[in-house]
């Protein structure tokens, strides 16, 4: 099945930078810049990561395409909250992971119904 992922890595200098390398339907990604950050943002912040004080890089992966209803937003955003579990050696329950997500898709949607963070969590068809 098609999969999202993210790398994590803390930097020496205050910031956020993201590296995207999912592949995408043409424009996608220039259009939801803005919404993908604020996700970025919501679910960094709501896990606790202050990108003010510690600089971090996020590099996003996958053969999950870009794509408009298909919920690579979605699979961004937890994919991203996996990242932190792992990288700060954490013990996020999946319920927890799934709530990250869903503030995440707050970015995309003001307010997301949960099914698709749900979905990206747990797998399988709601």
Same mark, same amino acid.
């Given at each position: 099945?098609?999969?999202?992922?993210?790398? *994590?890595?803390?930097?020496? &200098?205050?910031? *956020?930078?993201?590296?995207? =390398? @999912?592949?995408?339907?043409? *424009?996608?990604? &220039?259009?939801?810049?803005?919404?993908?950050?604020?996700?970025? =943002?919501?679910? $960094?912040?709501? $896990?606790? %990561?202050?990108?003010?004080?510690?600089?971090?890089? $996020?590099?996003?992966?996958?053969?999950?395409?870009?794509?408009?209803?298909?919920?690579?937003?979605? /699979?961004? %955003?937890?994919?991203?909250? @996996?990242?932190? =579990?792992?990288?700060?050696? @954490?013990?996020?329950? !999946?319920? !927890?992971? =799934?709530?990250?997500?869903?503030?995440? !898709?707050?970015?995309?949607?003001?307010?997301?119904?949960?099914?698709?963070?749900? /979905?990206?969590?747990?797998?399988? *068809? $709601?």
């Amino acid at each position: 099945s098609a999969y999202t992922d993210c790398k *994590l890595e803390y930097t020496t &200098e205050p910031g *956020l930078e993201v590296i995207d =390398n @999912r592949p995408a339907v043409p *424009l996608y990604k &220039e259009k939801k810049m803005d919404e993908g950050i604020e996700a970025i =943002n919501l679910t $960094l912040t709501h $896990l606790g %990561v202050d990108t003010k004080k510690s600089g971090v890089k $996020l590099t996003f992966g996958g053969d999950l395409c870009c794509a408009s209803g298909i919920g690579a937003s979605a /699979a961004q %955003v937890v994919s991203l909250a @996996r990242a932190v =579990n792992i990288a700060d050696s @954490r013990s996020l329950s !999946e319920d !927890e992971i =799934n709530a990250a997500g869903y503030e995440g !898709e707050k970015g995309y949607h003001g307010t997301p119904s949960g099914i698709d963070n749900t /979905a990206a969590t747990f797998g399988g *068809l $709601l």
